[in-house]
């Protein structure tokens, strides 16, 4: 499986960004789903994760209220929708499968990364 991440760039505070993640490679029919991000000088934290068939949905404290995930089955996407922005939303931002469904925020759980996306709250 490979993920492509992308819709990341620079945003003024309280504006809004769409995070998609394409899925190649397989068609991705169960498994979990998660977006992470990382800051310099911090470790890599869970966003959003969604599971494949249940749907079930989990996000961070930080994001919550302010970020919505969500798939399209048949196009093979994964999108996170952010609103509200803040400075320190600042981060690359990362896509992640893994074969279980069951949502973790370990990042060690995830065996398949995208590239990464860079998102920059600034005024």
């Known amino acids: 499986v490979q993920l492509q991440a992308s819709g990341g760039g620079l945003v003024q505070p309280g504006g809004s960004l769409r995070l998609s993640c394409a899925i190649s490679?397989?068609?991705?029919?169960?498994?979990?789903m998660g977006w992470f991000r990382q800051a310099p000088g911090k470790e890599r934290e869970f966003v959003a994760g969604?599971?494949?068939?249940?749907?079930?949905?989990r996000y961070a404290d930080p994001v919550k209220g302010r970020c919505t995930i969500s798939k399209d089955n048949a196009k093979n996407m994964v999108y996170l929708q952010m609103n509200n922005l803040k400075p320190e939303d600042t981060a690359v931002y990362y896509c992640?499968?893994?074969?279980?469904?069951?949502?973790?925020?370990?990042?060690?759980?995830?065996?398949?990364w995208g590239q990464g996306t860079q998102v920059t709250v600034s005024s």
């Open positions: 490679g397989r068609t991705f029919s169960s498994g979990t």
């Open positions: 969604i599971n494949w068939t249940g749907g079930q949905i």
């Open positions: 992640a499968s893994k074969n279980f469904e069951l949502i973790v925020s370990s990042p060690d759980a995830y065996g398949n």
